[in-house]
């Protein structure tokens, strides 16, 4: 019955959608509200990280759209469509804009993400992503940050089990505690809570006394202290 309700959406909308259509801006990708666009209807994307998916690999996209409750969207770029989304507020709109994908980088959902697999100590880590315009990722939700992190991995044929990220040796995350011992910072000064289920159990438990640096432990996918000056591959963000 679902399907059967987005079917005849998605063929409502196609039929019966009658806009003009705006020049879309090149800025940092955000939330925006819906607006006529022309666009073009991405059938297999049923979820938002496929139609961040879908934009990210489509050349000229700038925008992607997504209905949740019908899973509904759409994206501009690639061959003009006359395909236009109404002013329709149960969109959530983004714009791309300035994220680097052809740097390397990812857009997927609310993110801009680059795996760098050249392993580096977590300063030096750090100042690639500074210069990137980004910082070291910020694993704040497991329900968020944890998808985007799946997709970039298969984006970099590191296709992972289960939904885990699967990566033995772990990923260089923008927060330590090299400012007061025990108390975690991600790198925007927000703390990183140590007793919500974001640290694989039993950390961070500063081993050896020489634990200051946050890492995404692979096979948990959960966050681990480490030493700093261990050799790590990493992620950076770039915020939108
Ligand atoms: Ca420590
Ligand atoms: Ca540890």
């Not at 990220?165 to 260089?172: K, N």
């Amino acid at each position: 019955m679902i399907e059967l309700h987005r079917s005849l959406y998605m063929a409502a909308a196609l039929l019966l959608t009658v806009c003009s259509c705006e020049v879309i801006e090149t800025t940092r990708w955000n939330l925006l509200p819906s607006n006529n666009l022309e666009m073009t209807l991405i059938p297999d994307a049923t979820s938002l990280t496929s139609c961040g998916l879908s934009c990210s690999q489509r050349d000229g996209c700038g925008r992607f759209c997504f209905k949740a409750n019908f899973r509904v969207c759409y994206v501009t770029g690639g061959v003009p469509s006359s395909t236009c989304i109404p002013s329709d507020t149960s969109y959530t709109c983004y714009k791309t804009g300035n994220c680097p994908v052809d740097e390397g980088y990812l857009l997927t959902d609310a993110h801009c993400i680059k795996l760098y697999q050249t392993p580096l100590d977590y300063t030096s880590a750090r100042d690639v992503c500074t210069s990137d315009g980004g910082h070291l990722y910020h694993f704040k939700s497991v329900a968020l940050d944890l998808p985007p992190l799946v997709a970039l991995m298969d984006h970099n044929a590191l296709t992972s089990p289960s939904d885990t990220i699967y990566f033995y040796t772990g990923l260089w995350m923008g927060g330590d505690d090299l400012t007061t011992e025990g108390t975690y910072i991600w790198s925007d000064g927000t703390l990183v809570p140590t007793t919500t289920g974001l640290f694989s159990p039993g950390e961070p438990n500063n081993f050896f006394g020489v634990e200051d640096c946050i890492e995404l432990y692979g096979p948990t996918s959960r966050l681990n202290d480490n030493h700093c000056l261990a050799q790590k591959m990493y992620i950076c963000q770039i915020d939108m």
